[in-house]
């Protein structure tokens, strides 16, 4: 267990293929995986929902930076193979992980983004993770 301390809406870059990272691999080969302390002191990998009523997904990242920007400075993670994350997900029913998702919270408003982009760019980035009992 690594990385810092202590959904709907996640939008995919890419996803995990079966053999590993779409796109390219991380060094190592090894993803930074956001996780969550469960009640046995132990901990369990993070999932989202794309949208409303759609299947659960994976979450995997090719680096650091990208999942603090998508998740927050706070949120934990552990590095995995692309096959090992798999693994983990294949018994509760998940066969698809999102590789570098930009954003992981609430549903983002469908407003033109591009009509608020001056005020946007001037935002500070806020995430929201809606709690695992919730699904």
């Not at 990208?66 to 706070?74: M, R």
């Not at 033109?112 to 009992?133: C, G, K, M, N, S």
């Amino acid at each position: 267990m690594s990385g810092g301390g202590g959904s709907e809406g996640g939008v995919s870059e890419g996803s995990v293929s079966e053999g590993g990272v779409s796109g390219g691999s991380p060094a190592g080969g090894l993803l930074y995986v956001p996780v969550r302390p469960n009640p046995a002191g132990a901990f369990a990998v993070r999932t989202a929902r794309p949208g409303a009523g759609q299947r659960r997904v994976g979450l995997a990242f090719t680096a650091e930076g990208l999942l603090y920007a998508a998740l927050g400075e706070t949120q934990r993670w552990t590095r995995l193979s692309a096959p090992a994350l798999r693994a983990l997900l294949r018994p509760l029913g998940i066969d698809d992980v999102r590789l570098d998702p930009v954003y992981v919270g609430p549903q983002m408003p469908t407003a033109d983004v591009l009509d608020y982009a001056p005020v946007l760019a001037e935002a500070e980035r806020q995430t929201q993770w809606l709690p695992d009992e919730v699904w």
